[in-house]
């Protein structure tokens, strides 16, 4: 086991009043940070999905989980470090763009995989979709430009198969999981 890393919860809850408060307020109380929190509707009807990345050790997510699931509203909880799981992160970014720089701009974001979503004369909106790491990759390579507003969603993740059951970028059917 290692210490202090990030760890993911998903957790399946009622839509109702007053459930985010819930989750949120057990993990203060513990006084264990939440560094991104995220909530959408389910596949079920009725049913919302939080999934909450803190940084801290394995024994502590456990206790939060066992505490969550004792609260009225929360349906499952599911701790994705324990198996593969995928995680994304939408970033919007405006940037300031000389024209006279803005091919070197949209070959990072063509390098990135990224969308130019607006653009004026003076600056232009950049869509980002990836794992943190690469959207922090990408905002310390711009910086230069001058970043004039940034936001996150915060990370959303599931679970994966242990078997891709495609042939996907290049891989053999049947092939242990795809890392993309």
Do not use: W
């Amino acid at each position: 086991m290692r210490a202090n890393r990030k760890q993911t919860l998903s957790i399946l809850v009622r839509n109702a009043p007053g459930v985010l408060q819930r989750v949120s307020g057990l993990f203060s109380r513990r006084s264990y940070n939440i560094e991104s929190i995220t909530v959408g509707e389910s596949e079920q009807q009725g049913l919302s999905r939080i999934i909450a990345v803190a940084d801290g050790d394995e024994r502590t997510i456990e206790q939060i989980g066992h505490q969550l699931r004792k609260l009225i509203d929360v349906i499952e909880v599911n701790h994705l470090n324990s198996a593969p799981f995928v995680s994304r992160e939408l970033m919007l970014i405006k940037l300031k763009t000389d024209p006279a720089l803005r091919a070197e701009i949209q070959n990072l974001i063509q390098t990135f995989r990224c969308s130019i979503i607006d653009i004026a004369p003076e600056s232009m909106i950049v869509q980002v979709i990836g794992s943190t790491d690469k959207n922090d990759a990408f905002v310390q390579l711009v910086a230069r430009y001058g970043i004039v507003q940034m936001t996150r969603t915060g990370e959303t993740a599931m679970s994966r198969d242990e078997i891709c059951p495609v042939a996907i970028a290049g891989q053999p059917l049947g092939s242990s999981i795809v890392r993309f």
